[in-house]
């Protein structure tokens, strides 16, 4: 058993149709020599055995599971130092593209050659994030390092970008490792011609780089997904923690 | 504070207001008003509204600017560029349509263009000697 490596199950790895797969995923575990203590969800206090773990000379940990489930485990990532994390997905997912983990077993590889990129985190209030904040709808003011505001004419979606992937593409559209956030502004445009007879709506898209910026909506509260998760706030700072988070990543990874 | 940004973008439909500056590349459809600041090419769209001072490496003008204009490499000015200001810059290319009212002063290389720019340094002020009291009063600055 190597030491250096412990394991955390999502809690949908307990049921019937995922035996098997974990099951390859534990045989290619063991034929690489990376075992390591095991904790599933729902079974353990997982983040006290894992406290003890670390303790103890764990250097990986290491998910498997869904992006969703991994995701929540983001606040918990960035408290810890001298860890580097591995994502094991259980499904296709834009962030298991993007990582360059390919499913269950044959990620197992990946793992144990422990190449690391060590990302950048967001915080939304103090509170990290991984991907990405998103507002589908709103009017929102946008001041950026406390020395310019923007704002959209019309209401339009809002996504606050660490590390965002293009769903359709698999493009990686904000990178991780640039140390910066990007704020991502969509906003409809009518067009008319032919005295207003013919019409289109064009999506005119703005794109900024910063490192702090405030989001706020005239004493309205600002709602936002962050890593899926909803965040709700009058005034919602967002800042970046550049080079934080060693993770474990595959050679088709999307970034550099 | 300065950010890096390999392209930084201000749609048609937006407007900032204040200090704007960024290191990289920008391009401006929208409105903008306070000062700009862009380390790369400034990208001015044909329907963007400037009331700015604007500072660039490079720039491609088609749209409103109403505002000094400090490039240090080179300015175009497209067919519908419209500048209020004076303009300051290495080298230029304007197209035919293209409008602006206000001084030009172009070449002399980098320092020729900081120098366009500078603020005259105030005389330096004498050390007092020992036991010496100096009196700062406008009738003595004078």
């Known amino acids: 058993m190597s030491p250096t490596f412990a394991y955390v199950y999502d809690a949908v790895l307990s049921q019937g149709g995922a035996a098997k797969d974990v099951l390859r995923i534990e045989t290619e575990v063991g034929r690489l020599g990376i075992q390591g203590p095991i904790f599933r969800e729902g079974f353990h206090d997982v983040q006290g055995s894992l406290s003890q773990a670390i303790k103890e000379g764990s250097k990986n940990i290491v998910f498997v599971g869904s992006d969703i489930w991994f995701l929540q485990w983001v606040p918990w990532f960035a408290k810890q130092t001298g860890i580097s994390i591995g994502f094991l997905p259980v499904e296709h997912s834009p962030l298991s593209r993007a990582l360059g983990m390919p499913l269950g077993g044959a990620a197992v590889g990946i793992l144990a050659a422990r190449v690391l990129k060590v990302m950048d985190l967001g915080t939304v209030n103090g509170r990290p994030f991984l991907t990405e904040a998103i507002a589908p709808q709103t009017s929102a003011r946008l001041e950026f390092e406390g020395s310019y505001a923007v704002r959209a004419k019309t209401p339009g979606p809002l996504a606050i970008q660490n590390f965002a992937i293009q769903p359709k593409t698999g493009e990686v559209i904000s990178v991780p490792t640039d140390g910066q956030l990007e704020a991502v502004l969509q906003t409809p445009i009518e067009r008319s011609a032919l005295f207003g007879m013919w019409k289109k709506t064009e999506i005119e898209e703005t794109r900024i780089a910063f490192t702090r910026g405030v989001v706020s909506d005239a004493g309205n509260p600002v709602q936002l997904l962050v890593d899926g998760l909803p965040v709700t706030g009058k005034e919602v700072v967002f800042d970046v923690l550049p080079g934080v988070l060693p993770v474990i990543v595959g050679p088709d990874r999307l970034f550099g | ?142």
């Open chain 2, 1 to 142: 504070m300065s950010i890096a940004s390999a392209q930084t973008v201000i749609a048609r439909g937006v407007r900032v207001e204040g200090d704007f500056k960024s290191q990289g590349n920008v391009t401006i459809e929208g409105e903008l008003v306070g000062s700009l600041t862009c380390g790369g090419h400034l990208t001015i769209g044909a329907e963007a509204l400037i009331e700015a001072t604007v500072h660039a490496d490079e720039a491609t003008v088609s749209g409103a600017i109403q505002g000094n204009v400090t490039v240090k490499r080179r300015l175009e000015l497209k067919a519908t560029a419209r500048l209020k200001g004076d303009i300051v810059a290495e080298t230029t290319a304007i197209e035919p349509g293209a409008a602006m009212e206000g001084l030009m002063k172009i070449g002399g290389g980098a320092k020729g263009v900081e120098k366009a720019r500078e603020v005259p340094a105030a005389a330096p002020k004498p050390i007092p000697k020992p036991g010496e009291v100096v009196i700062n009063t406008p009738e003595a600055e004078a």
